[in-house]
């Protein structure tokens, strides 16, 4: 998921009985379906899993700019490149929504932005691997923004305000991603014999990275439990990674393509696909850095980070001259 | 003889689609985010209106060929675009110079063009024309702050001028289609807006404390499809995958 392995206060969630009439009071407006908003009270290790999952999912809108604009320049038509271009466009927007509404819990941009450039914040390891041919751009649309939706859907309901206000519009912006990316899939599956051949590459190299994005199975954890109780996690990984996989596995059958899980059969009695894990060795090694495209992607936001210093500090100098000139002629 | 509105199309479609190009490699590593969304945008306005004066090129030209075949089948000679919007990027400094003096002259160019004899030129100038009064304020403004932002913004910013402004004279090169558009009441002479750019330019370099380099030794050659090293590799980068895999639907 965008937000993957996240942190909670490593205890399982305390009882209604044991808490303090705060914190009672605060779990009894989430019980309730209520929202928590920035100037409500909220237990210390709420504010902080939120910050940290917030803070991850907006990094990963960020670097996630970096894959799909590794095509722009390249995309086959000029609607082919509008199309991607605005869709590249949007996660920038979608990592402007969510730093903003970070900073409601009182971190600011620049904080978070230095946590990611230091390593020290994480992102979705599905940004590590690379974009290889056009058709990446159809598999990025169709399973990364699928398995993404599958999770910012339920969080449209999450107990903090603003994260949710923010889910419903970047939840529009990503079904629409989705159906791009699928016609650009249609496009190649359905196009000449080395387009198909791209399709299937790009459906066998980014199958396995999109599973890993759910995380590993969590219902034995006490981070888990814990968000779960706050509902700021909605479902467990499995259940997530289930019902990706039953709604893409038809999919790929209509586009011609095949899954590359030779285990992958639908189960009758369970009335769902049995599927194979993915390499979880793998995984826990691209979000600890060692991914195809770690050292690009961080290299690449450090560069825009340190490039862009002088512009900043320019209209920063600026500001800072009207607002005293108009102190003086005042 | 073909028709003079071709070479028209071709000069408005190719400046925009070349510098839509150009500025759409900066997504996801401008200086800020608000940054990367804005000049996003503006590529994408700009990738709409070449789409338009594209196809309309297309259209007149009557050889079956539309707006994609124009941008991804013809070779650096046949561009129309001038010679500034192909120079690279380098740095956001240079970027946002040449945003603005493009912009300057865009603005100058449609407001010209919208009240054009031919209703299709004047029918698209007014169209692209909402877009471009944006762009142009925005990159006047940004022009102006960081001119007169740090003493590293402006050196930055006068560095990037210096080293544009002989290939902004390109876009007030006149060429014998002109002359034919011209008489026809379609479009001005090229050379007819310089005076009126310089003007504003000197507007805003008295705001933004830069400085409009003197010399008028313009580089050309546009016109005729004499281009930059630059845009070679521009085509080959953009056309790749239509070169490629010819006849394919994407």
């Known amino acids: 998921m965008y937000a993957q392995e996240v942190k909670s206060t490593g205890s399982k969630p305390k009882s209604l009985n044991s808490m303090s009439a705060k914190e009672k009071a605060f779990q009894e407006k989430i019980d309730r379906g209520q929202r928590i908003e920035p100037k409500d009270w909220m237990p210390e290790g709420y504010r902080r899993t939120l910050l940290r999952q917030m803070g991850q999912h907006?990094?990963?809108?960020?670097?996630g700019q970096l894959p799909e604009g590794n095509w722009i320049s390249r995309a086959p038509t000029l609607e082919r490149k509008t199309i991607l271009l605005a869709k590249v466009q949007d996660e920038a927007g979608h990592g402007l929504y969510l730093y903003s509404a970070a900073e409601t819990l009182g971190k600011s941009r620049d904080e978070m932005t230095k946590e990611l450039l230091s390593g020290r914040a994480k992102y979705s390891s599905i940004f590590n691997y690379p974009t290889l041919n056009w058709s990446d751009m159809g598999a990025v649309g169709w399973l990364v923004d699928g398995a993404a939706i599958m999770n910012q859907v339920p969080l449209q309901r999450t107990s903090y305000g603003p994260y949710a206000r923010a889910m419903v519009r970047i939840c529009k912006e990503e079904s629409f991603h989705q159906r791009q990316g699928f016609d650009i899939m249609m496009k190649m599956s359905f196009g000449s014999k080395k387009q198909k051949a791209m399709a299937q590459d790009s459906l066998n190299r980014f199958w396995y990275p999109s599973l890993m994005m759910f995380g590993p199975s969590d219902s034995e954890s006490v981070h888990s439990a814990q968000s779960m109780a706050w509902k700021i996690k909605i479902n467990f990984n499995d259940e997530l990674r289930q019902k990706f996989v039953d709604q893409t596995a038809p999919q790929a059958e209509y586009l011609g393509l095949t899954i590359p899980d030779e285990k992958l059969k639908w189960n009758e009695k369970t009335e769902q696909y049995d599927y194979s894990e993915p390499n979880w060795e793998e995984f826990f090694e691209v979000i600890s850095g060692n991914g195809p495209c770690n050292t690009e992607r961080l290299a690449a936001r450090n560069k825009a980070w340190d490039d862009g210093e002088w512009f900043r500090d320019g209209l920063l100098a600026n500001s800072t001259k009207n607002q005293n000139s108009q102190i003086a002629a005042e | 003889m073909s028709d003079p509105r071709i070479h028209l199309a071709l000069r408005m479609g190719d400046n925009s689609l070349i510098l839509a190009q150009q500025n759409s490699k900066w997504c996801?590593?401008?200086?800020?985010?608000?940054?990367?969304?804005?000049?996003?945008?503006?590529?994408?306005?700009?990738?709409?209106?070449?789409?338009?004066?594209?196809?309309?090129?297309?259209?007149?030209?009557?050889?079956?060929?539309?707006?994609?075949?124009?941008?991804?089948?013809?070779?650096?000679?046949?561009?129309?675009?001038?010679?500034?919007?192909?120079?690279?990027?380098?740095?956001?400094?240079?970027?946002?110079?040449?945003?603005?003096?493009?912009?300057?002259?865009?603005?100058?160019?449609?407001?010209l063009l919208s009240q054009s004899s031919d209703t299709l030129v004047a029918e698209i100038s007014q169209k692209a024309l909402v877009e471009v009064r944006y762009h142009r304020e925005r990159s006047q403004s940004l022009v102006i702050r960081l001119g007169d932002g740090t003493i590293d913004s402006h050196n930055r910013m006068q560095e990037a001028l210096n080293a544009l402004w002989s290939y902004f004279g390109s876009f007030f090169e006149d060429s014998k289609d002109d002359e034919l558009l011209f008489d026809l009441q379609t479009s001005p002479m090229p050379s007819s807006l310089y005076p009126s750019v310089l003007e504003q330019l000197n507007q805003d370099c008295v705001l933004s404390t830069l400085k409009t380099p003197e010399s008028e030794f313009w580089q050309k050659g546009a016109v005729q499809g004499h281009h930059t090293e630059n845009l070679g590799y521009i085509l080959a980068e953009m056309q790749y995958l239509q070169r490629t895999y010819p006849n394919s639907k994407w």
């Open chain 1, 58 to 63: 907006a990094h990963s809108e960020i670097v």
């Open chain 2, 28 to 111: 996801g590593h401008a200086p800020t985010l608000e940054e990367d969304i804005a000049l996003a945008n503006v590529s994408l306005d700009l990738m709409g209106h070449a789409q338009m004066w594209l196809g309309f090129a297309a259209e007149i030209e009557c050889e079956g060929r539309n707006a994609d075949t124009l941008a991804f089948f013809r070779d650096t000679e046949e561009f129309r675009n001038s010679l500034l919007v192909e120079r690279p990027n380098v740095d956001f400094a240079t970027t946002l110079m040449r945003q603005y003096l493009f912009d300057v002259w865009h603005l100058e160019q449609l407001l």
